[in-house]
């Protein structure tokens, strides 16, 4: 869990190593945007103006996307649960599927820190490499390093709509912080360290060990 702009794919990938299998809601939403369908049309829509896309259209793609998955490494989710009702479906999954969840983590960015990271984050959209202009510019200006397209700004991470996402993440994503530590299973790290070391800590946290493929 975490504010947008927290870091929570980057970290997900740095955790590859794991060998746990990672699915992040904001992917199969950018997924379903690109084929156009019905629901990728309906959460465009929803994400255009900053707002949480409905918990129903969430639960039906983290569902549809479970069914029937198995993972002996386990699962690394990345920003689901996103809501009080999100989380409460997901503990019903676990329990059908006789598994348990064994930690959350929460990244915790300030709001200036956020709209400073956001509205200078460019995406390459062919790969999906992510650029920050003040931190990690490509090396040609506006063009991916890897395969030379365009960069664009994700709709959503104009300053406005930043603030927006921000509120309603502190309204109805960080609320959920309270059910995870009741449960035991709460660690919160700051979003402000670099992403190795952070990394390295919660490898040292959970006492992980990465894993031959
Ligand atoms: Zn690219």
Redesign the pocket.
């Known amino acids: 869990m975490g504010s947008p702009g927290a870091g929570k794919g980057t970290l997900a990938a740095n955790l590859r190593t794991l060998n746990a299998e990672h699915v992040s809601s904001g992917d199969l939403f950018r997924r379903e945007m690109k084929r156009n369908t019905p629901v990728g049309i309906a959460i465009r829509k929803t994400m255009k103006r900053g707002e949480l896309v409905p918990d129903h259209l969430t639960l039906g793609l983290m569902r549809k996307w479970f069914w029937g998955r198995k993972s002996a490494r386990g699962f690394i989710l990345d920003g689901f649960p996103r809501t009080r009702i999100q989380a409460v479906c997901f503990d019903e999954w676990m329990e059908t599927r006789g598994e348990v969840l064994t930690a959350c983590v929460l990244l915790e960015l300030s709001e200036s820190e956020t709209v400073k990271r956001l509205s200078q984050r460019r995406i390459?959209p062919?790969?999906g490499?992510v650029y920050h202009l003040a931190h990690n510019p490509p090396r040609c200006e506006g063009r991916?390093d890897?395969?030379?397209?365009t960069l664009v700004q994700r709709e959503d991470d104009i300053e406005e709509v930043i603030r927006r996402r921000y509120a309603i993440y502190e309204r109805l994503t960080r609320p959920l912080a309270d059910h995870y530590a009741n449960l035991g299973l709460l660690s919160v790290f700051s979003a402000e360290i670099p992403q190795e070391e952070l990394t390295a800590r919660i490898f040292e946290t959970f006492n992980l060990a990465p894993v031959p493929r």
Do not use: A, L, V, W
């Not at 890897?146 to 397209?149: D, L």
């Open positions: 390459c062919k790969d490499t991916c890897s395969c030379g397209s």
